[in-house]
């Protein structure tokens, strides 16, 4: 049967790879296993709708919409001026801006799409007029929204929790410490990066100037920095479930944006829930194929068997985390976050176990790999949006983007894998 499981698998990949619509692209897998395997693709379809009726689903929408209303209402806008009151004078400041923006962003919504929509049209520029070059601008700003699938909430971590039976807080924490050294880590390599770019900087302000410009601006940015501490604070307090802050977030963020921003009229309020419910729709409609094809793969008990064929071949640890490293990010460059994670979390945790590693370090590593799924082609959602609102040729954005991959990223991934206190110190701080 695991034969057949990765014809499944190859045609999923093949149609994905050709560009064929999404519902086909899973309609075929499904054929294949429908038509070879032993299971009915009735009572298959009758078990994907009835999990979608489950209420932790639902901070996905939310946490979705919050994100566009956010990108509309001005937030993003004074986030940045607040930070850039701190870095501005700097050399390499306005990079360091980019990702420590992205990062809160992506404490805020919950999606990897948000930073780049919300900051890149307001920051590309900037950072063009301050001397970076444009694709480099962009590579930076598109890479640093993949911080928003780490920082919690996490949109892909709701659905790793609900697809492993893994708490999802747990799962929130375990990409906390990843993300913020990824964050970090594309702050140092943008300051190394910057000595070789003719800079524009802001005049060196004294104490008091400082002073005063970060109280102005943090009075101004404070109603957008109430939001994460609302959010997190709730989760981690265990005063709001996930799906409770979710729908906080956006009715925190329609007042916000209407009445103190003033970024938000009734026109872009509508665009925004018309973004979010096309969205929505093509995330559930992927959530609800790939899980019945996960199912069926459960069913026919393809994970043992890909354990037993694995472990024939080494049960060295080293080894099979390098492999598993390396599936992951092959899977990540050709279907996105949340499909690999249905697809190949079960099918993969049995033998996560069977080598020591628990399901929420597991999180960890497959959220920091799926992420990078976002920026690397051919799938790079996240770096093709990022090229159409930063106006340039992906041709010419894929250089940087790559550089940041590998001496700002790849590093995390192998820490992630073989450093458990990384993903592990904070849920076992809160006793997970």
């Not at 930070?83 to 990062?103: D, K, M, Q, T």
């Not at 049209?121 to 590579?139: F, H, S, V, W």
């Not at 909430?153 to 999802?168: A, F, K, L, R």
């Amino acid at each position: 049967m695991i034969e057949i499981a990765l014809l499944a698998i190859a045609i999923l990949v093949i149609t994905l790879t050709l560009g064929v619509p999404l519902p086909y692209c899973f309609g075929a897998a499904l054929m294949i296993m429908y038509f070879i395997g032993d299971v009915t693709m009735k009572g298959m379809m009758l078990w994907g709708v009835q999990q979608l009726g489950n209420p932790i689903l639902l901070a996905i929408p939310l946490f979705v919409l919050a994100g566009t209303i956010m990108a509309e209402s001005g937030i993003a806008a004074s986030l940045l001026r607040f930070v850039n009151a701190f870095v501005g004078h700097i050399r390499g400041g306005l990079g360091v801006v980019a990702a420590v923006s992205c990062a809160v962003i992506g404490a805020i919504s919950g999606s990897g799409l948000t930073g780049i929509a919300a900051i890149g049209p307001i920051l590309i520029p900037e950072m063009e007029k301050r001397g970076y070059p444009r694709e480099y601008a962009t590579a930076l700003i598109a890479n640093s929204s993949i911080l928003g699938l780490l920082i919690p909430p996490s949109v892909t971590m709701i659905v790793y929790g609900w697809v492993t039976d893994t708490s999802i807080l747990a799962c929130f924490l375990a990409t906390l410490g990843p993300g913020l050294l990824i964050m970090f880590s594309f702050s140092v390599v943008n300051l190394w990066m910057s000595r070789k770019f003719n800079l524009v900087l802001d005049d060196k302000p004294t104490f008091s100037e400082l002073t005063t410009e970060v109280t102005k601006r943090g009075i101004h940015a404070f109603p957008a920095l109430l939001m994460p501490i609302i959010i997190l604070g709730g989760i981690y307090g265990g005063i709001m479930t996930p799906t409770e802050a979710a729908a906080v977030a956006v009715i925190y963020s329609v007042p916000v944006g209407f009445l103190i921003y003033k970024g938000l009229r009734l026109s872009n309020f509508l665009d925004a829930g018309k973004e979010a419910a096309t969205a929505v729709g093509a995330i559930m409609f992927m959530i609800l194929f790939s899980m019945i094809l996960s199912q069926m793969f459960v069913y026919e008990s393809v994970p043992q068997q890909i354990v037993s064929s694995i472990f024939a071949i080494t049960e060295n640890k080293i080894v099979l985390l390098i492999f598993i490293n390396i599936l992951l990010f092959l899977v990540g460059m050709v279907v996105n976050d949340i499909t690999a994670i249905i697809l190949i979390a079960p099918l993969l945790l049995p033998l996560m176990t069977a080598i020591g590693i628990t399901p929420v370090q597991f999180a960890a590593i497959m959220g920091v790999n799926t992420a990078m799924g976002g920026v690397t082609p051919p799938y790079a959602s996240i770096l093709y949006l990022g090229a159409r609102i930063g106006k340039v040729k992906v041709t010419k954005v894929i250089p940087p983007a790559m550089f940041l991959i590998v001496t700002g990223y790849l590093p995390v991934v192998f820490l992630t894998s073989f450093w458990p206190d990384l993903s592990l110190f904070l849920p076992r701080l809160f006793g997970y």
